[in-house]
């Protein structure tokens, strides 16, 4: 056996002792793991805030755009209602879907399916734009499109556009049947 006498045995309890009480001199009782956890619990915190302030931001900007998207519900829906009172959705005005697509431009005596195609590659699609013609504006376009000097006015293109628009198809049909 290693220890035989009460005076090693006491030398090593006393060893022990002081090994017992350098030990717990030296360590840090738990500080580091305690204020690991802390600052992890601190980022997650941040990471929760961080978070949160995007749903309320994105919340916020759902909410934008759906009352941006009732509102022109709401006035898609007032306009085909003014347009159904004053008979313009009768005459195929309105531009189509977004203000794309146009008028049927073929309703205009002298105008045919090739022409309004024609008139289409140019930007012209509309009765409206028809009608904002000017008299030069006719001339480049009759020279355009290869039609006889004066067609545009001999025909009254513009006049017959603007009784389209305006929704006047019963004398248009009348006039020029």
């Known amino acids: ?15 022990l002792f002081a090994g017992w009480l350098f030990g717990l001199a030296s360590s840090s009782g738990g500080k580091k ?9 601190a980022a997650h915190k941040a990471y929760r805030a961080e978070v949160a302030a995007d749903v309320k931001t994105r919340d916020e900007r759902l909410r934008e755009v759906e009352a941006e998207r009732d509102r022109l519900a709401h006035e898609r829906s007032t306009a085909a209602a003014t347009a159904a009172t004053t008979g313009a ?7 189509g879907f977004f203000g ?38 006719e001339r480049a376009l009759e020279d355009d499109l290869r039609l006889r000097p004066g067609t545009i006015d001999d025909e009254r293109w513009r006049e017959q556009a603007g009784m389209l628009r305006a929704g006047h198809d019963d004398d248009h049909r009348s006039r020029w049947g």
């Not at 056996?1 to 060893?15: I, K, S, W, Y």
């Not at 959705?89 to 531009?95: D, L, P």
């Open 33 to 41: 793991w305690k204020k690991r956890y802390r600052d992890e619990e």
């Open 89 to 95: 959705a009768a005459t195929g005005s309105g531009g």
């Open 100 to 137: 794309w697509g146009g008028d049927n431009l073929s309703r205009i005596r002298g105008i045919d399916a090739d022409l309004e195609r024609a008139l289409g590659q140019r930007g012209i699609k509309t009765y409206r734009a028809i009608e904002g013609l000017s008299e030069a504006d």
């Open 1 to 15: 056996m290693l220890f035989q006498t009460p005076t090693q045995f006491a030398v090593l309890a006393l060893v």
